[in-house]
Every structure is written in structure tokens, then in C-alpha cells.
């Protein structure tokens, strides 16, 4: 059973950075893509930032792109998202979740693609 922890959330100003971690537990951590979602009170659930199971390749949102940098470390089974410049607009839910893709270098966008799912941690820019 493949587990997800997310930390690293908090309340931060707007204009300031937070970094967002997500430990992995299992073997095949290396196969998975990993994608970050984000999801605010009264809102559908929505794509953040993705990364491909070798890291060779990344994507984001509009809402945070150049902002936002995701990245992985195979060894320690983790993937952050470092988040700068943030904004009131950025309050969220944060969750990381995992793809099996058995190397695929295919990216994964919609919640429902995705195999595994952090329980989420809460990232607050006040207005």
C-alpha cells in the first residue's frame, strides 16, 4: 500500500514563500508521475503542478505558473513544491498525488487519473 504525506503548509503573507513537501512511502516511487491539486472552500478540487516520472518533465497551471516550481528527489521518496510570491488567491487545501505510469512520459492533469492521494495540507495567504 503506497502512503502520501504532505507537510509543510502554514499561514504566510501575501508576497512571501512557502515550501510544500510530500513523503512517499513504497518501492516504486521512481515509476510514479506526481501531481499537485489545490482545493479552496466551495471549489471543485483543481491542477496545480506535475511532474513526470523521471523528472525530465514538468507542467503548471496559468494561476501559477512562474510562481511555482515542483521538483523530486527519488532518493528520499519525496516531491516538493516550492511556492513563492504568493497570493490571497493561493489559499488552499494543497494535496500531492501519485500515478502509476510504468515510465510513461505521459503528464496527468484531472484528480480522477490519479492512483494515490495525500490527506492534504493547508496553505493560508491572508488578504
Known amino acids: 500500500q503506497v502512503q502520501l504525506v504532505e507537510s509543510g503548509g502554514g499561514l504566510v503573507q501575501a508576497g512571501g514563500s512557502l515550501r510544500l513537501s510530500c513523503a512517499t512511502s513504497g518501492r516504486t516511487f521512481s515509476r510514479y508521475a506526481m501531481g499537485w491539486f489545490r482545493q479552496a472552500p466551495g471549489k471543485e478540487r483543481e491542477f496545480v503542478a506535475v511532474i513526470s516520472w523521471s523528472g525530465g518533465s514538468t507542467d503548471y497551471a496559468d494561476s501559477v505558473k512562474g510562481r511555482f516550481t515542483i521538483s523530486r528527489d527519488d532518493a528520499k521518496n519525496t516531491v516538493d513544491l516550492q511556492m513563492n510570491s504568493l497570493k490571497p488567491e493561493d489559499t488552499a487545501v494543497y494535496y500531492c498525488?501519485?500515478?502509476?505510469?510504468?515510465?510513461?512520459?505521459?503528464?496527468?492533469?484531472?484528480?480522477?487519473?490519479?492512483?494515490?492521494w495525500g490527506p492534504g495540507t493547508q496553505v493560508t495567504v491572508p488578504s
Open positions: 498525488a501519485g500515478k502509476v505510469t510504468n515510465r510513461s512520459m505521459k503528464l496527468y492533469y484531472t484528480p480522477n487519473e490519479y492512483d494515490y
